[in-house]
């Protein structure tokens, strides 16, 4: 493309970053958000769901959760998406009470967990040794 005089803009950063991920090359996936910033290109909110799928698939959950505070302090509207991503990485890396915070922050809100984002809640919360809870979350789905 730039040989031709063609500059990738964000969804073309997106598609590539995405792609990456699928095959498992996260460090490419980072290389790309790195020359996606150095190039001007301003991140949309899938550049960053794509970008806390690629930390926490990575355990990078602190940065993943540095990421995720910039995009709140950032004028980007926040999707159930990239909170459900979080919530995921979260639980499969058995950090829990972290993710049951984050999905009380959804409560006040106007965004509603949706049917992945309560099966990925509830997952953790069983794995945690938690089956109350989760039984008690099973019961809300829907409502």
Not at 12 to 24: A, D, F, V
Not at 94 to 102: C, G, Q, R, S, W
């Amino acid at each position: 493309m730039t040989k031709q005089g063609i500059e990738p803009n964000v969804v073309t950063y997106n598609t590539l970053m995405h792609g990456s991920c699928q095959l498992g090359r996260v460090s490419t996936a980072c290389e790309l958000w790195r020359k996606m910033l150095a190039s001007g290109q301003v991140p949309d909110l899938v550049t960053y769901s794509i970008l806390l799928d690629v930390l926490c698939k990575s355990d990078e959950l602190e940065v993943a959760l540095k990421v995720f505070q910039e995009m709140r302090n950032s004028e980007l509207q926040l999707d159930i998406i990239s909170y459900s991503i979080l919530i995921d990485g979260l639980c499969k890396a058995i950090h829990v009470e972290v993710a049951k915070k984050l999905f009380l922050q959804l409560s006040v809100s106007d965004l509603k967990p949706n049917f992945y984002t309560y099966c990925t809640m509830i997952n953790g919360l069983c794995r945690e040794g938690l089956p109350e809870e989760a039984y008690q979350l099973f019961k809300r789905i829907g409502r």
